[in-house]
């Protein structure tokens, strides 16, 4: 199924190419992209397919203003198109399993490509103030918003062609140990 602005590319290309975006244009993103950027994050694969997650997708402006209070680097969220906090059981409470962290980075990777793939830029946000959070987003006080992902049409077009910077990453035979390090 091919949506608007859908590039086709692989797997392989969109982790190659996709760069984090923290200006957008002032465009709303269509409802039906949003919720294909949310379908992908729920379609991740979860720890025992518990899905132990929930999302909030925020567009309005005044709200993702609010929301870029969460922590000292969240200020992209004020102006993008959408934003989505992915909620979870609390994973800092006393016999929480770690393995929530490990299916939220898989959902937020799935939403970021998939909006990567058609068009969109994202950038993740750290929440350091879960109170600024709870206010903003409504949600109980037995989950936890722990990330914000920001998305929206790139301010720069060149964003989404733009090749890696030289040196972006450190080379695979200094990060990959066989069989033991």
Known sequence: MSAPGER???VWAAI????????FR????PAELLERIVDAGRHAASSKNQQRWDFIAVQDRARLE???????YAGHIAGAAAAIALITPDPTRPGASTSIMWDLGLAAENMLLAAWELGIGSCPATVYDQSIAREVLGHPAEVWCGYVLSFGFPADPDDLT????????????EVLHRERW
């Not at 190659?16 to 200006?23: D, G, I, L, P, Y």
């Not at 002032?26 to 993103?29: K, N, S, T």
């Open 66 to 72: 609010a929301l870029s209070a969460v922590g000292p």
């Open 8 to 10: 086709s590319m692989s």
């Open 16 to 23: 190659r190419t996709k760069r984090m975006v923290r200006s």
């Open 162 to 173: 733009r090749p890696p910077k030289a040196g972006g990453r450190r080379p695979l035979e």
């Open 26 to 29: 002032d465009e709303p993103l």
